[in-house]
């Protein structure tokens, strides 16, 4: 995220040293696919109200459909970063907050 913007109820990077807050891109976890890996994780049941409200939190990011092991019995996704945001991460200068 750019940490020069404010938007309402989201959060930015102060620099724990100087109490400032930086003109920096901040880079949060992110997942790229590729078939040989896994990724462990737990799977969560919800409702479409609270899918809806996941995807607005994560806006960074896109949901994708998933298979786990063992199968959930259901749909299972997990989030993944946009391009938009994988291409701010490139472009920099980005930090990662320790405490997420």
């Keep these: 995220m750019d940490n020069t913007k404010d938007l309402p109820g ?22 790229a696919p590729d078939p040989a890996s896994t990724v462990p994780g737990v799977v ?3 409702d ?5 409200a996941l995807d607005a939190r994560e806006r960074n990011y ?11 019995g ?11 945001a994988r291409e701010r991460f490139r472009a920099g200068p980005t930090v ?4 997420y």
């Design 48 to 52: 479409g109200d609270r899918l809806r």
């Design 10 to 31: 989201y959060k930015y990077y102060v620099d724990a040293h100087t109490g400032e807050r930086p003109a920096v891109y901040v880079a949060f976890l992110d997942i």
């Design 44 to 46: 969560l049941p919800v």
């Design 96 to 99: 990662i907050a320790r405490a």
């Design 74 to 84: 259901g749909r299972t996704y997990t989030y993944v970063g946009t391009a938009a």
């Design 62 to 72: 896109e949901r994708i459909e998933v298979a786990v092991d063992p199968p959930s």
